[in-house]
Structures are given as C-alpha cells and as structure tokens.
C-alpha cells in the first residue's frame, strides 16, 4: 500500500503545481475571436472557464450541487487538437478549460462566475498559484451577450 500511496501523493502534487513553464509569453492570434453558443442538452447547459490547473479546477466545479460534470480539456489557442504535453510548452495559445455541465434548474450561470472568482486570484497574469505560463491563465468563455453581461457584473463586485 505504502509504494502506491507515496507515488500517487507525489503524482497529484506536480500534476497540481506545475512551475517548469516559461514565465513570458506572446499573445496568440487567434482568427475568429467570435462567441460560440452551445445547445442545451437533455435540460442541462454549459460553461467554460480556466484558471489555472484544469484537474483543480475540475474538483471545485464538481462539489458544486447541480454540477453534472466537469472535464478538461483546452480553449483559446491558435493549435488544432491540443495535448497535455504540446499545451504544457506555452506554445500552443491554449489555455487548460473545464466544461461545466450543469442543471440551470438548480445551479445559474452567475453562481459558476462567482464561483470563477472566489476560487483563484484573478489578478495573477498567467498562472494560478504555482502554475507558472500562458496555459494556467484565466479565461471565461462566454457564449452570448447575457453572459457577457453577468461575467462583467460579477467582476465589477468582485473589484469593490
């Protein structure tokens, strides 16, 4: 027990505290900068936030009661299909994501905001915490004006 506790233990805290990555980074052009709307399906809706290491960001859209799910991937880069290891070089444009599927029924698109800021340091240029490079930095992806508008609202009470 003791040989899978201590490499799994060791694992979760690199995997969680990446700071190997170049601290200064060009701004990625990015050709269609545009909102993309994203059906309801089955009653339940999506978001899209990062900030930071997408397994921690993970964890805490998850403990959120009407969070169906939330998985990881990448957003906001000028690569076509993205790995781990081609984002974790900064040079890629993408950022690490999570896809909140939630029921709007039990939890709102204002919450998942509120819950975007209360859970990171949104004045850390890229990176959360430890992670370190453009990958880790934080990003809503709002889908149309109304969440546009929510995300700005929320940011102007978070600023008081």
């Not at 899209?48 to 009407?66: D, L, P, T």
């Not at 992806?141 to 929510?150: A, L």
Request: one cysteine or more; glycine letters at 8%; aromatic letters at 12%.
């Amino acid at each position: 027990m003791k040989r899978f506790f201590l490499p799994t233990f060791i694992f979760l805290l690199i995997s969680c505290g990446n700071n190997a990555q170049q601290k200064t980074v060009t701004k990625p052009e990015i050709a269609n900068a545009d909102p993309v709307e994203v059906p309801a399906e089955n009653g339940y809706e999506k978001a899209y936030f990062a900030s930071g290491c997408f397994w921690c960001v993970e964890a805490v859209y998850e403990s959120i009661e009407g969070v169906k799910e939330a998985v990881s991937g990448y957003a906001g880069g000028h690569t076509k299909n993205p790995t781990y290891e081609s984002s974790n070089t900064g040079k890629t444009g993408h950022a690490e994501a999570v896809e909140v599927i939630y029921d709007p029924e039990i939890v709102n698109f204002e919450t998942l905001v509120e819950v975007y800021f209360g859970s990171q340091d949104p004045t850390q240029v890229n990176g959360q915490g430890p992670d370190i490079g453009s990958q880790y930095r934080s990003i809503i992806f709002y889908q149309n004006k109304e969440q546009k508008d929510i995300i700005n609202k929320v940011k102007t009470e978070v600023a008081k």
